[in-house]
C-alpha cells in the first residue's frame, strides 16, 4: 500500500539524514498517504509554530503516489520546497516529477500552483479529477482573498476613457465625485478610506450600459454582489487613490472547488479543543471542524473523513509570563508612556533579541523612535538583520510571515494584542455582514483569529530555554474574554518581577 511504501522511504530517509526531531513525520507521511490511496478528504491540524521540517513527510508519499495531484503552495512554502525539500529526495533517489505553470501537466507530474492559478485552472476547468494538497491551510482564505481582488489604479480610468470616449464626460463626473468623497475623509495612518455600496452605485450603473469593458473594469462590475466591500487607498502625497475590491468570505464565492474530488488541508488551524495525540475522527465527530472553520470548509464542499491533530511533545518547563494587573487599557491617554516604561524596563540587560509586536502604525512608530533614543542602533523598525541583542518593533502579519528568516528571539512584547481594527475597512465589512446575521461578532469572529495570530506569533519561544513573554495591553486582565486568550497561552508561569539577566 502507498502508506506503507512512503513510511519506509521516509524512515529511511530519516534516518541517513540523521534528523527529525519533530515527532509527527511518519504519522504525517501515512495519513497522506493514506487519503491518496483512498481519494479522502482529510484535514491535518498542526500546533502553532511547527517546524517547517514537516514538509518532507507530506511530499514523500505525493513522490510514490500513481494518482494526478496538485499542489498548492504560495510564497516561502514553495521556495522551501524547490530549495530544501526537493533535493532532499533526490538525495534518495525519490523522483518527484514537478510541474509548474498555468499548462496541465502529464497525469504522472505533481501541478505545483500558487492560489492565483489554482484560481484559474478551476474557472478554466483544467484540474480535471485531479486530488488537491493544500499546506498551510490557515493562510487559504485570505490568499484567496487577495486572489479574488480587484484593484483598479489611476491609470484604469484613462483606458476606460479611452476604450467608450461617448462616455468619457460622465466618467470624468463620477471620478470627481469620488475623489471628492476619498480625498476629504480624515487622514489615517493606514490610508484606507472605505466605500458604501451607494458610492459606487452610479458608476456601477454606468458601467453596466457600457458593455463589455476592458480589463480590469469588466472583473471589477462582475464583483458587485453584496458579499464584496470596496475601500480606497490614498497616496496623500500625489492627490491620487486606488479602488480596491475584495470578498468577505472568499470560499464561498469558490464553492464546489474541492468538491467530488480527494483533498488533503494541512495547516495550524484552531481547534475546537486541545489535545496533543493524532486521533481519527469521522467527520461531524467531537473533533470534526467546528465553529467558523466549519462554515468556511463547508462553502467549499471540504467534509473531511479524517480531521487529525498533531500537536508537540509536552512541554515541561512553562512560559515566563510578565503580565501585571491593573495596565491601562489601549485607548488610555497614559497608554503610550506605559507602553515605553515597560519596554524599557523589559529591554534592559536584555543580552537576546527582543521583539515588540504593536498593529497601530502611529503607536509602533513613535513607540520605536522612543526606544531609539534610549538604545540606539540597537533599535530597528521590521528588520530581518538585527544585533545579537537588537530590538525589533514590527506589526503582527510581518512577524508571521518573517518568523524563518529571524533568530529566535529571546523575548516577545506584545504591546498590542493581534485583534483586528473595525478601522480596516475589510474587517468592518466582515463585522457588519456577521452583525446582520445576529452572530456575536467578536467572539465568533475577531477573538479566534487573534488567539490563532497569538498562538502562531509567540510559539518560537517554546523552542528556546530563558525566553519569556510579555503582554502590555490590560484587556488581557481586564477584559471578560481575556481568560480565553491566557487559555490559549498554557503552559506560562506569572512572572511578577523585572531583573536582569
Not at 500500500?1 to 534516518?15: D, G, N, T, W
Not at 476613457?161 to 463626473?173: G, M, Q
Not at 525566553?467 to 508561569?493: F, H, I, K, Y
Given at each position: 500500500?502507498?502508506?506503507?511504501?512512503?513510511?519506509?522511504?521516509?524512515?529511511?530517509?530519516?534516518?541517513q539524514e540523521g534528523r527529525g526531531d519533530w515527532p509527527h513525520h511518519l504519522t504525517l507521511c501515512r495519513l497522506v498517504g493514506r487519503?491518496?490511496?483512498?481519494?479522502?478528504?482529510?484535514?491535518?491540524?498542526?500546533?502553532?509554530?511547527?517546524?517547517?521540517?514537516?514538509?518532507?513527510?507530506?511530499?514523500?508519499?505525493?513522490?510514490?503516489?500513481?494518482?494526478?495531484?496538485?499542489?498548492?503552495?504560495?510564497?516561502?512554502?514553495?521556495?522551501?520546497?524547490?530549495?530544501?525539500?526537493?533535493?532532499?529526495?533526490?538525495?534518495?533517489?525519490?523522483?518527484?516529477?514537478?510541474?509548474?505553470?498555468?499548462?496541465?501537466?502529464?497525469?504522472?507530474?505533481?501541478?505545483?500552483?500558487?492560489?492565483?492559478?489554482?484560481?484559474?485552472?478551476?474557472?478554466?476547468?483544467?484540474?480535471?479529477?485531479?486530488?488537491?494538497?493544500?499546506?498551510?491551510?490557515?493562510?487559504?482564505?485570505?490568499?484567496?482573498?487577495?486572489?479574488?481582488?480587484?484593484?483598479?489604479?489611476?491609470?484604469?480610468?484613462?483606458?476606460?476613457?479611452?476604450?467608450?470616449?461617448?462616455?468619457?464626460?460622465?466618467?470624468?463626473?463620477?471620478?470627481?465625485?469620488?475623489?471628492?468623497?476619498?480625498?476629504?475623509?480624515?487622514?489615517?495612518?493606514?490610508?484606507?478610506?472605505?466605500?458604501?455600496?451607494?458610492?459606487?452605485?452610479?458608476?456601477?450603473?454606468?458601467?453596466?450600459?457600457?458593455?463589455?469593458?476592458?480589463?480590469?473594469?469588466?472583473?471589477?462590475?462582475?464583483?458587485?454582489?453584496?458579499?464584496?466591500?470596496?475601500?480606497?487607498?490614498?497616496?496623500?502625497?500625489?492627490?491620487?487613490?486606488?479602488?480596491?475590491?475584495?470578498?468577505?468570505?472568499?470560499?464561498?464565492?469558490?464553492?464546489?472547488?474541492?468538491?467530488?474530488?480527494?483533498?488533503?488541508?494541512?495547516?495550524?488551524?484552531?481547534?475546537?479543543?486541545?489535545?496533543?495525540?493524532?486521533?481519527?475522527?469521522?467527520?461531524?465527530?467531537?473533533?470534526?471542524?467546528?465553529?467558523?472553520?466549519?462554515?468556511?470548509?463547508?462553502?467549499?464542499?471540504?467534509?473531511?473523513?479524517?480531521?487529525?491533530?498533531l500537536g508537540e511533545p509536552a512541554v515541561l518547563d512553562p512560559l515566563p509570563l510578565y503580565c501585571p494587573s491593573g495596565q491601562p487599557?489601549?485607548?488610555?491617554?497614559?497608554?503610550?508612556?506605559?507602553?515605553?516604561?515597560?519596554?524599557?524596563?523589559?529591554?534592559?540587560?536584555?543580552?537576546?533579541?527582543?521583539?515588540?509586536?504593536?498593529?497601530?502604525?502611529?503607536?509602533?512608530?513613535?513607540?520605536?523612535?522612543?526606544?531609539?533614543?534610549?538604545?540606539?542602533?540597537?533599535?530597528?523598525?521590521?528588520?530581518?538583520?538585527?544585533?545579537?541583542?537588537?530590538?525589533?518593533?514590527?506589526?503582527?502579519?510581518?512577524?508571521?510571515?518573517?518568523?524563518?528568516?529571524?533568530?529566535?528571539?529571546?523575548?516577545?512584547?506584545?504591546?498590542?494584542?493581534?485583534?483586528?481594527?473595525?478601522?480596516?475597512?475589510?474587517?468592518?465589512?466582515?463585522?457588519?455582514?456577521?452583525?446582520?446575521?445576529?452572530?456575536?461578532?467578536?467572539?465568533?469572529?475577531?477573538?479566534p483569529e487573534a488567539i490563532n495570530r497569538l498562538q502562531r506569533g509567540i510559539a518560537p519561544l517554546r523552542q528556546r530555554c530563558g525566553?519569556?513573554?510579555?503582554?502590555?495591553?490590560?484587556?488581557?486582565?481586564?477584559?471578560?474574554?481575556?481568560?480565553?486568550?491566557?487559555?490559549?497561552?498554557?503552559?506560562?508561569?506569572?512572572?511578577?518581577?523585572?531583573?536582569?539577566?
Open positions: 500500500m502507498l502508506e506503507a511504501s512512503a513510511h519506509l522511504q521516509l524512515k529511511a530517509l530519516l534516518r487519503s491518496l490511496r483512498r481519494g479522502d478528504q482529510t484535514l491535518i491540524r498542526l500546533a502553532p509554530g511547527t517546524d517547517p521540517s514537516w514538509l518532507i513527510g507530506l511530499l514523500v508519499p505525493l513522490a510514490l503516489a500513481d494518482t494526478p495531484l496538485v499542489l498548492v503552495a504560495d510564497g516561502q512554502l514553495r521556495q522551501r520546497l524547490l530549495q530544501v525539500e526537493w533535493p532532499r529526495l533526490r538525495s534518495v533517489a525519490l523522483h518527484l516529477p514537478l510541474w509548474e505553470g498555468p499548462t496541465p501537466p502529464p497525469r504522472s507530474h505533481l501541478w505545483l500552483l500558487d492560489h492565483q492559478q489554482l484560481l484559474e485552472a478551476w474557472r478554466q476547468g483544467s484540474l480535471g479529477d485531479r486530488q488537491v494538497v493544500i499546506p498551510q491551510a490557515e493562510r487559504l482564505e485570505p490568499l484567496l482573498r487577495q486572489s479574488l481582488a480587484v484593484r483598479l489604479q489611476p491609470g484604469d480610468w484613462d483606458g476606460l476613457r479611452r476604450a467608450r470616449p461617448a462616455a468619457e464626460p460622465s466618467l470624468l463626473e463620477l471620478h470627481e465625485r469620488l475623489s471628492r468623497r476619498v480625498l476629504s475623509h480624515p487622514r489615517h495612518p493606514n490610508r484606507l478610506v472605505a466605500l458604501a455600496q451607494e458610492d459606487e452605485a452610479p458608476l456601477r450603473q454606468l458601467l453596466s450600459l457600457l458593455t463589455p469593458l476592458p480589463e480590469p473594469w469588466d472583473r471589477w462590475l462582475e464583483a458587485g454582489a453584496a458579499d464584496w466591500t470596496s475601500w480606497a487607498e490614498v497616496d496623500p502625497g500625489l492627490l491620487q487613490w486606488q479602488l480596491h475590491r475584495q470578498p468577505l468570505a472568499p470560499l464561498a464565492q469558490l464553492g464546489g472547488l474541492l468538491s467530488a474530488r480527494g483533498a488533503v488541508l494541512v495547516g495550524e488551524l484552531p481547534r475546537p479543543r486541545s489535545g496533543s495525540q493524532a486521533v481519527e475522527r469521522g467527520h461531524g465527530g467531537p473533533g470534526a471542524p467546528g465553529g467558523l472553520e466549519a462554515c468556511a470548509l463547508g462553502t467549499l464542499s471540504f467534509k473531511p473523513s479524517v480531521v487529525v491533530d487599557l489601549p485607548n488610555s491617554p497614559h497608554f503610550g508612556e506605559h507602553l515605553l516604561d515597560h519596554c524599557r524596563r523589559l529591554i534592559l540587560g536584555q543580552r537576546g533579541l527582543t521583539l515588540v509586536l504593536i498593529d497601530d502604525p502611529a503607536l509602533r512608530l513613535s513607540l520605536t523612535s522612543a526606544l531609539a533614543a534610549e538604545f540606539g542602533s540597537r533599535v530597528n523598525h521590521a528588520c530581518t538583520t538585527p544585533e545579537a541583542n537588537g530590538v525589533v518593533c514590527a506589526d503582527w502579519a510581518w512577524w508571521l510571515e518573517q518568523q524563518a528568516r529571524l533568530p529566535q528571539p529571546a523575548q516577545v512584547v506584545v504591546a498590542l494584542l493581534p485583534i483586528a481594527s473595525l478601522e480596516d475597512p475589510l474587517t468592518a465589512a466582515r463585522v457588519e455582514a456577521l452583525r446582520r446575521e445576529g452572530g456575536d461578532w467578536f467572539r465568533n469572529l475577531l477573538l525566553s519569556r513573554l510579555a503582554v502590555l495591553d490590560g484587556r488581557l486582565r481586564g477584559r471578560s474574554w481575556g481568560q480565553a486568550a491566557l487559555s490559549a497561552l498554557e503552559p506560562w508561569v506569572p512572572l511578577t518581577r523585572l531583573l536582569p539577566d
